[in-house]
C-alpha cells in the first residue's frame, strides 16, 4: 500500500498534533521509518508499550536495532514495497527493548512518498498476536508456527517445547526426516532467544567440501594450505555473540567432531594454521536426518558430542504421521503460489482442490515429506487451466508411473481404526464402538489382543 503526500515534508506530517494524535489513537503499533537513512522517525503509543520504549528517545535509532525482527536480514518489509512487492502480511518477532521480551506480531508495510513520487518512509505497522496464540494454545488449535504449518497433536507439542526452551541456552539437536522442515523449527528457536537480534550463521555440513571443512567451521591462517592468500573467519566466528545451525551434522567426520565439541564445552576455536586459540560465544542448533543414535552405537559419531549437541531434542514426525495436516499445507502452498506469480505480473485463479484430488493427496505415502508436497501442488498449479479446479489428474507427472503404496496389513488397518475410535472418543469405550460399528465387548477384546 502507498500514500503520495500532495505538500511538505515527511517531518512536517509527523509534526502535525491532527497526524501524532491519530497515530497514537491505533489499536495497532506503528513505527514510522525513514526511506533513505532506515532510521525511525516516530513511534506511536501502542508501539512503545509493546516494544518496552516508554519515553526514550528514538531520534538516529536504526529500525533494525529498534525493532529486532528476523526480516530486518532476510525479508525486509520496506525493501519489498520499494521493489514494488505487493504488500502481504507477515508474521514476525520484535524483541525491543527489553531482552527475553518477545513480541508475536503481523507486520505490514505502508510506503510514503513525497510530491515528486520520491520514497520518503515507510510506515510498519504490526498487531500483537500473544493473545490469540494463548487462546490458540488453551484450544490446542495453533495452525501454524514461524511459518510452519500444521495442527497436529504432535506439531502442537514441538511448538510448546520450542517457546519453552528458545529462552535458555541450550543446545538444541533437530531430528527428522529429509523435507519436514527441520530448518524451520531451527530458525523459530533462533527467532525466540535473546541472541534473536545478533549474528545467526548456517552451515550445511554435508555440501562443505571434506579437505576444507575444518577451515569453514573454523577459519584459517594465510598461509596455512594451499590457496590460502589472507587470514579467514570460520563460521563460528562469524556467529560470535549469536547463534549458529549446524545443518546435517551427522556428516561430519570423526576428527572433526572432536574439535565441535571443544568448541561447544569451552567455547574454544583454532583456526588451521594458528597455535592459539580463540574464544567464542556460540549457541548451537543442530539438525540431522540420520538415526543419530545408530550413528553413535555404529561409532561413526561420538557419544560425547551427542549429549552436548541434544541438550534438548526437537524431532520433527513425518508427513506421513499428521496427514491431518495436507488440507492445511496444501491452502498454505496454493496460497504462496498466486502471491508469487502476481508478484511477477502474470496472475492467475484457481478454483483451488477438488475433492477426489485432496484425498489422493492424502492416500499418498510422502516419502520426501513436506517438500515433496510442495513440488506435487507446485506442478499442480502450473497446469490446472485459469479458473480451473485442481483434479487428480494434474497431480501426475504425465509419462511417470504413480508409485504404488506400500501395502498395508488388515490388522494394522484395523489397529489405526480403533485407535483413531478411541481418540475421538476421550477413551469412551462405548463410544468409540459406536464410531466403529461394534459393539463394546468386541472392542474390548480386540484391544486386549493388540
Known amino acids: ?55 526514550t528517545a528514538l531520534s538516529d535509532c536504526l529500525c533494525r536495532d529498534a525493532l529486532a525482527s528476523p526480516m530486518c536480514q532476510t525479508s525486509c518489509l520496506l525493501n519489498a514495497e520499494l521493489d514494488g512487492v505487493i504488500g502481504q502480511g ?100 533462533q527467532s525466540r532467544s535473546d541472541r534473536a537480534r545478533k549474528p545467526y550463521v548456517k552451515v550445511n555440513c554435508a555440501a562443505l567440501n571434506a579437505s576444507l571443512i575444518e577451515s569453514e ?6 598461509g596455512a594450505f594451499t590457496g590460502a592468500s589472507s587470514d579467514r573467519r570460520g563460521s563460528f566466528e562469524e556467529a560470535d555473540g549469536g547463534t549458529i545451525l549446524l545443518d546435517e551434522v551427522g556428516e561430519l567426520p570423526l576428527l572433526l567432531q572432536a574439535k565441535l565439541l571443544r ?9 588451521v594454521g594458528e597455535d592459539r ?11 540431522t536426518n540420520r538415526d543419530i543414535e545408530a550413528d553413535v552405537l555404529a561409532g561413526h559419531f561420538r557419544e560425547d558430542l551427542y549429549y ?26 496454493l496460497a504462496r503460489f498466486a502471491a508469487e506469480a502476481e508478484r511477477r505480473g502474470r496472475p492467475k485463479a484457481t478454483a483451488g482442490l477438488a475433492t477426489e484430488a485432496l484425498e489422493a493427496l492424502v492416500a499418498r505415502p510422502w516419502k520426501g515429506n513436506v517438500r515433496e508436497l510442495e513440488n506435487v501442488l507446485r506442478l499442480a498449479w502450473i497446469r490446472v487451466p485459469e479458473g480451473g479446479e485442481i483434479r487428480p489428474e494434474h497431480l501426475e507427472v504425465p509419462g511417470r508411473r504413480s508409485p504404488e503404496p506400500e501395502p498395508i496389513s488388515l490388522a494394522e488397518v484395523e489397529a489405526r481404526a480403533i485407535e483413531k475410535a478411541m481418540q475421538r472418543s476421550d477413551g469412551n469405550m462405548a463410544a468409540a464402538a459406536r464410531l466403529l460399528g461394534i459393539d463394546r465387548t468386541t472392542l474390548w ?5 493388540a
Open 1 to 55: 500500500m502507498e500514500i503520495t503526500l500532495s505538500a511538505g515534508s515527511m517531518e512536517a506530517v509527523l509534526a502535525s498534533p491532527l497526524v501524532s494524535a491519530l497515530l497514537d489513537q491505533m489499536s495497532d503499533g506503528a513505527v514510522v521509518i525513514d526511506a533513505r537513512k532506515r532510521t525511525v522517525l516516530a513511534m506511536n503509543r501502542r508501539a512503545r508499550l509493546l516494544l518496552g520504549y516508554g519515553d
Open 90 to 189: 507477515a508474521e514476525t518477532f520484535y524483541q525491543g527493548a527489553q531482552p527475553g521480551t518477545v513480541v508475536h506480531a503481523e507486520s505490514r508495510m505502508i510506503l510514503v512518498r513525497g510530491p515528486d513520487g520520491a520514497p520518503l518512509a515507510g510506515i510498519e505497522l504490526f498487531r500483537d498476536l500473544s493473545e490469540t496464540r494463548r487462546l490458540e494454545r488453551d484450544l490446542h488449535a495453533r495452525r501454524s508456527f514461524h511459518g510452519i504449518i500444521g495442527g497436529a497433536p504432535a506439531m502442537q507439542a514441538l511448538y510448546d517445547l520450542v517457546d519453552q526452551v528458545a529462552p535458555y541456552e541450550l543446545p538444541v539437536l533437530v531430528t527428522g526426516e529429509s523435507g519436514v522442515g527441520k530448518e524451520r523449527f531451527a530458525d523459530a528457536v
Open 217 to 222: 567451521l573454523f577459519g584459517h591462517r594465510r
Open 263 to 271: 568448541a561447544i564445552q569451552q567455547g574454544e576455536i583454532q583456526r
Open 277 to 287: 586459540p580463540r574464544m567464542v560465544d556460540v549457541r548451537v542448533i543442530a539438525a
Open 308 to 333: 552436548r549437541l541434544a541438550g534438548v531434542r526437537v524431532h520433527v514426525p513425518p508427513l506421513r504421521e499428521r496427514l491431518d495436516d495436507i488440507p492445511a499445507l496444501a491452502e498454505h502452498f
Open 445 to 449: 477384546r480386540k484391544l486386549k489382543r
